[in-house]
T-cell receptor, first 112, second 118 residues
Framework: KQEVTQIPAALSVPEGENLVLNCSFTDSAIYNLQWFRQDPGKGLTSLLLIQSSQREQTSGRLNASLDKSSGRSTLYIAASQPGDSATYLCAVSTGANSKLTFGKGITLSVRP | DTGVSQDPRHKITKRGQNVTFRCDPISEHNRLYWYRQTLGQGPEFLTYFQNEAQLEKSRLLSDRFSAERPKGSFSTLEIQRTEQGDSAMYLC????????????????FGPGTRLTVL
């Protein structure tokens, strides 16, 4: 059974800091990995998707990497801003049509 | 707005009542997923449709839960005889089929329906 872990559960950083959010998964036979952002009481916003054959994806200040063999992904946020404060969730799928298995998320607070 | 929409956004009900939620996926997406999220947890998969066919159901989906997608467009999720443990955010997501040009099965989520069972 696939399990996804995100540690720590919460993180507080000063504005402007570059930061890395970690995600690990137990079964390396994944199809893709998605990073999401969730604001309090809201739905999920897709940030980046990495196919299993890819090593990284970039969007603006965000860069996600994938090391499938070691079961790890990182989300790098450059020059963090207070508006980046949210919960960041990592999720993996194990097939082209399959469901996502989520971690519990990392709640990020960026202090002005 | 062409995103996934869900209705209602909030629902408060008494234990034992039935509730029904609706999800409208992005129009060209033939795959639709339901997830449930409780406080402090990541979303958990409930069920999945491809067009009108329900292809997978989680063990979380007890016999009090039923989902339909009668014409392959919108979907409904009904909970009968609600219990306090059903209180959660119910999230709907949709995606394009593989081979349609969106190869990656990227799932797009709606705003969710927050259910509170008193």
């Amino acid at each position: 059974k696939q399990e996804v872990t995100q540690i720590p559960a919460a993180l507080s950083v000063p504005e402007g800091e570059n930061l890395v959010l970690n995600c690990s998964f137990t079964d390396s036979a994944i199809y893709n990995l998605q990073w999401f952002r969730q604001d309090p009481g809201k739905g999920l916003t897709s940030l980046l998707l990495i196919q299993s054959s890819q090593r990284e994806q970039t969007s603006g200040r965000l860069n996600a990497s994938l090391d499938k063999s070691s079961g790890r992904s990182t989300l790098y946020i450059a020059a963090s801003q207070p508006g980046d404060s949210a919960t960041y969730l990592c999720a993996v799928s194990t097939g082209a049509n399959s469901k996502l298995t989520f971690g519990k998320g990392i709640t990020l607070s960026v202090r002005p | 707005d062409t995103g996934v929409s869900q209705d209602p956004r909030h629902k408060i009900t008494k234990r034992g009542q039935n509730v029904t939620f609706r999800c409208d996926p992005i129009s060209e997406h033939n795959r639709l997923y339901w997830y449930r999220q409780t406080l402090g947890q990541g979303p958990e998969f409930l069920t999945y449709f491809q067009n009108e066919a329900q292809l997978e159901k989680s063990r979380l989906l007890s016999d009090r839960f039923s989902a339909e997608r009668p014409k392959g467009s919108f979907s409904t999720l009904e909970i009968q005889r609600t219990e306090q443990g059903d209180s959660a955010m119910y999230l709907c997501a949709s995606s394009l089929p593989v081979g349609s040009g969106q190869y990656y099965n990227e799932q797009f989520f709606g705003p969710g329906t927050r259910l509170t069972v008193l």
